[in-house]
């Protein structure tokens, strides 16, 4: 490439990369301002940053549920993810590992269902739950979404490159079906499983559609849910909300950092075939 | 030696909760559509006339308009960004795993969040985009108030989400390239324009594909977004103009603000044979060119 040519690609690139952190930027940068002085009027006493406090950090923690949020947010998303793990687990390895009647037309519709929207299950699962008595319990945000058409086609497409003689072969020594796929199954598909946790983790954590239907009580709100509540009200006070939002992007910009590429992998298996 | 019974035991807890919440509620929410409902109960078998009613109503039309409008416009424009980034950053450039990361970010962003972040740059009084504009001189423009602007600030917001999302799967599918291929071409003395016409995107094709059956599911489906920036702080739900009212976001309201289950659960049906089929269509007329159903 010419020096030119280089030069704007660079140019491009940066751009871009400007466009994409100044969201992020602008807002830790907002939510250490005092309440009343997030919006101020020029520029230039808005950039001054001799007035920075952590005011709206601690009003977070002390006058509002966050810290409960976070809580019921992070014991929802384990809980969720723990359990798509679970159920995809064992039905991938049996798609990929076992020859029995039905299955072509099984996984068919577990495919199809992954372009089955939530809005049409939506209504009729608050009816039910609304029933139940499980409106404001964990129960509803858990559950639902759980059995995943998207887990099972990942987990199938890694389990299939586990070789099927050593499965054989601990059949030989004596182990029990299960204990195939638990000693020897599981071990080897720690990457698609962390993968696929990784991933669960994410869209559980993210979901505000859930809470917002199947939760009433603040109290049980997790963050999205939360966060939108305060949206709604008439003076919504951005520092606290602002500063919500950056809090609840720490744990999973943790992991993102950490694990980048268990990351990425996560969210990208499956639609390129390796 | 592997007893019959076996896989089964292996995919019924995953079939049990298939079953019970996926499968039944999506029957049973298409039961209910044909139901007239007063005070959160079923009363009357109504057959079709839900569904007359939504397909009488201008709103929806609107809505299903909006809905299109950002599909389109969120679709071309953030894959195309990512298609360009893609290409770039494959060129083995210095610095691309830092560029990558970077624009990866707001895809670990949950919706509330990078609606919250935009509204505090968008506001038209307030926002960090129109100080900027002014104090370079420039006329500030209503972001959010607009009924013009609200979906395109959208459609940009939605695409500074998932740009970086297309981008890693763009980058791995052209890594998946085999190199001869441009060595070969390069030896017949193609240049970088030809290549990446005759040789780079045709080979990419499976992987578009994917994006876009990822874009058309995720948009059409548009929701966190226009709820988190039209609704509190005195804006009113469906934003200026009702241009911001998503067929969701139209669905929401109507079943759980306005409390009409009937219209809601009818339009949850439409919303789900509009995702599905539109999936279906789109794959029945160009998976066998991406091959898929081949395996």
């Known amino acids: 490439m010419r020096n030119w040519e280089l030069i704007l690609v660079y140019v491009f690139l940066i751009f871009l990369a400007v466009f994409t952190v100044l969201p992020f930027f602008w807002s830790v940068f907002s939510s250490f301002k005092p309440m009343e002085k997030i919006f101020e009027s020029t520029l230039s006493s808005l950039l001054n940053v001799r007035d920075f406090t952590a005011t709206n950090y601690s009003a977070l923690f002390k006058e509002t549920f966050y810290p409960r949020w976070f809580r019921n947010s992070l014991f929802v998303a384990i809980s969720y993810s723990l359990l798509v793990l679970f159920l995809c687990s064992l039905g991938g390895y049996a798609f990929a590992k076992f020859n029995f009647p039905g299955k072509d037309a099984l996984f068919s519709i577990v495919i199809a269902s992954m372009t089955i929207p939530i809005w049409g299950i939506i209504i009729p699962l608050f009816a039910w739950f609304s029933r139940l008595g499980l409106i404001d319990t964990y129960w509803a945000l858990v559950l639902p979404g759980s059995a995943n058409g998207f887990g099972i086609f990942l987990m199938r497409q890694y389990i299939q490159s586990v070789p099927s003689e050593i499965l054989d072969s601990a059949r030989i020594d004596g182990c029990s079906e299960f204990q195939v796929f638990w000693k020897i199954v599981f071990p080897v598909i720690k990457p698609a499983s962390a993968a696929l946790l990784i991933w669960a983790f994410l869209n559980s954590w993210n979901n505000l559609l859930g809470p917002l239907v199947f939760i009433r009580s603040p109290k049980m709100f997790t963050i999205p849910a939360g966060l939108a509540s305060f949206v709604g009200q008439k003076d919504p006070q951005f520092g606290l909300l602002i500063a919500g939002g950056i809090v609840s992007l720490l744990p999973v910009l943790t992991v993102f950092i950490l694990l980048q590429r268990e990351f990425i992998a996560g969210l990208t298996l499956g639609a390129v075939k390796e | ?295």
């Not at chain 2, 695409?159 to 981008?167: I, P, V, Y």
């Open chain 2, 1 to 295: 030696m592997k007893k019959k019974y076996v896989p089964y035991l292996f995919i019924a807890p995953f079939f049990i909760m298939f079953a019970v919440f996926l499968i039944v509620p999506l029957f049973q929410g298409f039961k209910f559509s044909l139901y007239k409902f007063s005070m959160g109960f079923p009363t009357e078998f109504v057959g079709f006339r839900n569904y007359e009613l939504i397909l009488s109503n201008p709103r929806f039309y609107h809505a299903l308009r909006v809905t299109l409008l950002y599909t389109l416009g969120h679709g071309a424009l953030h894959l195309g960004v990512a298609l360009v980034v893609a290409l770039i950053l494959n060129l083995k450039l210095k610095g691309r795993s830092v560029f990558r990361t970077i624009y990866f970010l707001p895809v670990i962003c949950s919706f509330v969040v990078s609606a919250l972040f935009w509204r505090l740059l968008l506001d038209e009084h307030l926002g960090l985009i129109n100080k900027m504009l002014r104090g370079i001189g420039l006329p500030a423009y209503p972001w959010l108030e607009s009924p013009f602007l609200i979906l395109f600030s959208l459609i940009v917001i939605g695409s500074w989400r998932w740009f970086g999302f297309q981008m890693v799967l763009l980058l791995a599918g052209l890594q998946s390239i085999p190199t001869e291929l441009y060595d070969a071409a390069k030896v017949d003395g193609a240049n970088n324009l030809q290549v990446t016409r005759y040789i780079t995107l045709p080979l990419l094709f499976p992987v578009l594909f994917f994006c876009v059956a990822i874009i058309l599911i995720g948009s059409l489906m548009l929701f966190e977004e226009p709820y988190i920036l039209t609704s509190g702080g005195g804006g009113q739900p469906g934003g200026p103009g009702q241009n911001a009212l998503s067929l969701a976001l139209y669905m929401y309201l109507t079943a759980f603000s306005h409390f009409k289950l009937d219209a809601g659960y009818a339009m949850g049906v439409l919303l789900t044979l509009l995702i599905m089929g539109a999936s279906f269509v789109y794959t029945r007329s160009l998976g066998r060119m991406a091959g898929w159903g081949r395996e």
